[in-house]
């Protein structure tokens, strides 16, 4: 690649220069160290002209300014030491701070998202216009990847639109819209995106005349105006809204805020200085390495096509049938109405069909921002949403998603009756969460275009979607399943079919090593508790209430028909559906939901079913036991399901469970956590265990793994 090329230097008027990113072959502009040596570069030739009376920065991508910096280069260099990572702080800020050190005014011409380092370059600049484009969000993320931003961000953000507002948004990482960046003073102005350069061309003109710009530069070198009393106000509520919302798991937003209130009594050099100093501790710790793990394995995945190597090109559907209108049903047609396809909901009876075509439209026209129903948008939606009883409406859809009961029968009946009409690209599918795909695929005629799609409840939230290939499945329908659900917002990945799939199967056994230790006589409270200190988001034993106590029966009745020989059967749960304590949907199951107020406590009636099974070892139970015993067994199922060939990479495994059950960013995933700890230490975990059952025997990809000292990552493709 040539030097210059990720940057081009123009001029739209004699006197004004254009900086544009526009990085070749790439999708996103990210801030690489070559691409920030290319804008030092320029910013040098600029200083030689003495006829520059202004500088604007845009992007050439239709719908990104800068997407931040670049992650990769974070990854590979995790174990710099503070001193370095403190150099490419200072680096970075004072990169930025001669955006406004030269005699021209530089503004920051804004089209789509701008995050992360983008902002930062941003705050660099004089001025701030953007454009009205729907993708168009300005906000600095690094707290979801355990920093905080160190190229300036917590200084320039602060002076520019006052203390408090700096904190929200970088103690939350969320971004704002452009009109609530009006308001914070962040952006100057708003105009359609084709106008961004003639307003900044005249925003240019004006300032020429007034020298505001100047005046603004030396006021933002200065202490913010704040006295000690508000200070410390704010100090306090923050801390203690932060400490609630990361339980002590996560420490950048902590981070932040301590750097953010430092920085704001001193003048804007010193507080740079600190910020480096600060970022220099959080960057390379275990939580950082982790979330950036996360953020790569979804990078990872939007490249990933699904199928091996350069395969089919999988074909863009813009019409999809949902039938069934329940739960899962309305929330897969309000995600495809959402990303516009037309969508045609059907469901055999009319009320159910009544009731689901509402949920989906209450869903589709809630607006966010007003956290109230937007009329306008109930209207767009409701002319591309079609609900019907009649089967045969169903037929000219790209896609059918089958989400009716989980009955085999009744799924392949469906799916019989329509194969007969429907034309030969039809993409056929079900969102079954049990049943083999090559099963309900065994009596079609073309089985080829037959998938398992399953979404996660509720789908609105839920990121993840198992593709499950059926023994027929074919390359084309498995990649267009992909880029589907992608096209949806989700992560796909692709799993073979197989019992639990993979998401249930490694939840399985976490969830009924819980009622094992039900009956060693272990209180419910403290099992959650243990559970979510590892920072699960919910206990074992309140996730089988939400899950439904019958719900989790019927799933663990197939789980131990596939694996008798490691599945431990519990009476517990058949006591609980005797009773009728069927878990939150039935206001009573371990815990008692009826009361609103307060967290949920034991069920005495649960409590005193429990009892009758309970035969405690006479040894003491350890925290670390109980740990130990609710994440190992789903660690041994994940080596199993590996070893199967369940999935295609071990990095699907923790991008599966992060985002389909909520295993804790900050461990990166099971795996990767897994591998922090490393194969030996595990199988000294286990040891003590194995009394209680072959379900804790090491498997054989564990201990080849400690013989060879590897890491499941070893395993990945990447
Ligand atoms: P649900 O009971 O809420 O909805 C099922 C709907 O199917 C009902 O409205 C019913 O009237 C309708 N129906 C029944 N027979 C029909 C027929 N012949 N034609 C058309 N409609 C018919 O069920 P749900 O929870 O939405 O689950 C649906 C599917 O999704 C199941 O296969 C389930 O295993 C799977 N799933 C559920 C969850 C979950 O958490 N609920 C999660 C993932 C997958």
Wanted: charged residues 25%; hydrophobic residues 40%.
């Amino acid at each position: 690649m040539a030097p210059n090329s990720n940057i081009k230097l123009s001029f739209p008027e004699q006197d004004i220069a254009c900086l544009t990113f526009d990085l070749p072959d790439k999708g996103a502009n990210i801030l690489s160290r070559p691409v920030m040596e290319e804008l030092a570069g320029y910013l040098d030739t600029l200083a030689q002209r003495d006829d520059i009376v202004g500088v604007i920065i845009d992007s050439a991508k239709p719908s990104i300014f800068i997407a931040g910096a670049d992650i990769n280069e974070f990854a590979a260099s995790m174990e710099v030491d503070e001193k370095r990572t403190y150099e490419m702080c200072r680096w970075g800020q004072d990169l930025f701070g001669r955006l406004h050190a030269n005699k021209w005014l530089t503004v920051a011409a804004i089209n789509g998202t701008c995050v992360g380092g983008g902002t930062e370059l941003a705050l660099g600049c004089d001025r701030r216009i953007v454009s009205t484009h729907e993708k168009t969000e300005i906000g600095l993320p690094e707290v979801k990847l355990g920093i905080y931003p160190g190229w300036g961000g917590t200084v320039r953000l602060s002076r520019l639109v006052g203390l408090g507002n700096a904190v929200k948004m970088i103690t939350s990482g969320e971004s704002v819209s452009p009109q609530k960046a009006l308001e914070l003073g962040l952006a100057d102005d708003v105009v359609p995106a084709e106008k961004l350069v003639p307003a900044a061309i005249s925003m240019i003109r004006e300032e020429q005349k007034t020298g505001q710009y100047l005046n603004d530069r030396a006021q933002r070198i200065k202490p913010i105006a704040i006295n000690e009393t508000e200070l410390g106000f704010l100090g306090a509520t923050a801390s203690a809204y932060i400490q609630q919302q990361t339980k002590g798991q996560y420490p950048a937003p902590l981070a932040a805020l301590e750097t953010l209130l430092g920085g704001a009594m001193v003048d804007a050099q010193s507080a740079l200085e600190a910020e480096a100093q600060g970022m220099a501790k959080l960057f390379g710790t275990p939580v950082n390495a982790a979330l950036i793990n996360v953020f790569l394995l979804t990078d990872r995945n939007k490249k990933d096509s699904g199928v091996e190597g350069e395969g089919p090109k999988p074909r863009k559907l813009e019409s999809a049938s949902v039938i069934g209108a329940g739960i899962m049903g309305s929330g897969i047609a309000a995600a495809n109405l959402k990303r516009g396809l037309t969508v045609t909901l059907n469901d055999a009876n009319p009320e159910a069909l009544q009731r689901g075509a509402s949920a989906v439209l209450d869903e589709v026209s809630f607006d966010k921002e007003t956290r109230s129903k937007n009329v306008e948008r109930a209207i767009h939606y409701a002319g591309r949403l079609h609900s019907t009883t009649s089967g045969d409406e169903l037929l000219g859809s790209d896609i059918i998603i089958e989400a009716v009961v989980e009955n085999l029968e009744l799924k392949r009946k469906i799916f019989a009756g329509l194969e007969e009409k429907l034309p030969a690209e039809t993409i056929l599918a079900s969102n079954t969460s049990t049943l083999p795909i090559t099963k309900l695929a065994e009596n079609l005629k073309h089985p080829e275009r037959f998938v398992g799609i399953h979404f996660f409840n509720p789908v609105r939230k839920m990121k993840l979607v198992e593709v499950i290939r059926g023994e027929h499945t074919s390359d084309e329908t498995a990649a267009t399943a992909v880029a589907y659900a992608k096209g949806l917002g989700k992560f796909p990945i692709v799993v073979n079919d197989g019992p639990g799939f993979l998401v249930n199967r490694l939840l399985f056994p976490y969830m009924n090593e819980a009622t094992q230790l039900l009956q060693d006589g272990v209180d419910m409270k403290r099992i959650d508790k243990i559970a979510t200190k590892f920072g699960m988001p919910m206990g074992p034993v309140a996730l089988y209430d939400m899950v439904g106590i019958d719900t989790s029966f019927y799933a663990g009745r197939t789980m131990y028909d596939a694996f008798p020989e490691r599945t431990l059967v519990s009476p517990i749960l058949p006591a609980l559906i005797k009773n009728e304590r069927l878990g939150t949907k039935k206001g009573y199951g371990f815990y008692n939901h009826e009361k609103k107020k307060g967290r949920p406590e034991p069920d005495p009636m649960a409590l005193e079913l429990i009892a009758k099974y309970v035969e405690a070892p006479e040894r003491e139970i350890t925290d670390e036991e109980i740990q130990h015993r609710l994440i190992l067994p789903m660690l041994l199922e994940a080596t199993r399901a590996l070893d199967e060939g369940v999935v295609r990479d071990p990095r699907d495994v923790d991008l599966g469970l992060v985002f389909g059950i909520g295993f804790p960013p900050f461990k990166g995933g099971l795996l990767f956590w897994a591998d922090t700890v490393g194969a030996k230490t595990l199988i000294e975990w286990l040891q003590p265990l194995q009394e209680l059952g072959n379900r804790f025997a090491p498997t054989e990809m564990l201990l080849e793994m400690a013989k060879t000292d590897s890491k499941f990552y070893d395993r990945s493709s990447d």
